[in-house]
């Protein structure tokens, strides 16, 4: 089967890593190609919040957490240091990008044009590029610092979808709540999602 689209996933280090998680697994399930990138503070909260051991790597991870092994070869992931990969460059295709949870900290590197690590430099070449952009904050309260970056992103073409859950669906695991929000995002990339049903439907 080929997997014909290919979007960048990057998780920061924000609380909320599972959001990121899930949106992984259901791109790999809906046949999509993903480049994930993470954050050394992403990893830290990815072992904080769901066991995630960089020693073993994110591949085992994520087939422990239910991931189709064979899914699993539509998955690249990099470092943020990992400057010179592909996401790094304009050339590289895709079909847009995802940084989810996205720290205050990536947020102000983004909206500042600020690319010191390969998740602000593969945001900074989506916008210059034209591509669509999703920054899935989850802070709270916010300071008008963190606001005014959200301004200045959207200007510059990019769309902030916080990670505020719904509960219209009656969602009654933690699971189907992060997919509401996950449901939200793969409605913004265009994909199609089985994870939380449409009002009205
Ligand atoms: C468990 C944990 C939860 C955190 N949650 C948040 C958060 O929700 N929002 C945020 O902006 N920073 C949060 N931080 C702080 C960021 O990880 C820190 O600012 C870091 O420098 C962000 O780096 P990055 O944007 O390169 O991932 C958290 C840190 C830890 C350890």
Redesign the pocket.
């Known amino acids: 089967m080929t997997h014909a689209r290919n979007f960048v996933v990057a998780v ?5 890593v599972i959001y990121g998680v899930r949106l992984i697994a259901a791109l790999l399930e809906q046949q999509m190609t993903v480049t994930t990138i993470l ?4 990893v ?2 990815l072992a ?2 769901m066991g995630y051991d960089p020693e073993t790597g994110f591949h085992p991870f994520l087939k422990e957490y239910g991931v189709n092994p064979e899914l699993l070869s539509h998955l690249s992931v990099f470092s ?1 240091e990992e400057i010179a990969a592909a996401p790094a460059s304009g050339s590289f295709r895709h079909d847009g990008m995802v940084v989810v ?7 102000a ?1 983004a909206a500042a044009g600020y690319a010191d ?1 390969l ?1 602000t430099r593969a945001c900074d070449v989506t916008l210059k590029e034209r591509r669509k952009m999703i920054l899935v ?3 709270t309260p916010m300071n008008l610092i963190h606001l005014e970056n959200m301004v200045r992103l959207t200007r510059a073409g990019a769309v902030i979808l916080p990670a505020s859950p719904s509960f219209y669906s009656f969602p009654d695991t933690l699971d189907a709540l992060v997919d509401t929000v996950v449901a939200r995002i793969m409605d913004h990339l265009g994909v199609d999602q089985t994870r939380m049903p449409r009002w009205g439907e």
């Open positions: 920061s280090g924000a609380s909320g954050s050394h503070a992403g830290k909260v904080h919040e943020q949870p996205c720290s205050m900290k990536t947020l590197g690590n998740i904050p989850r802070e």
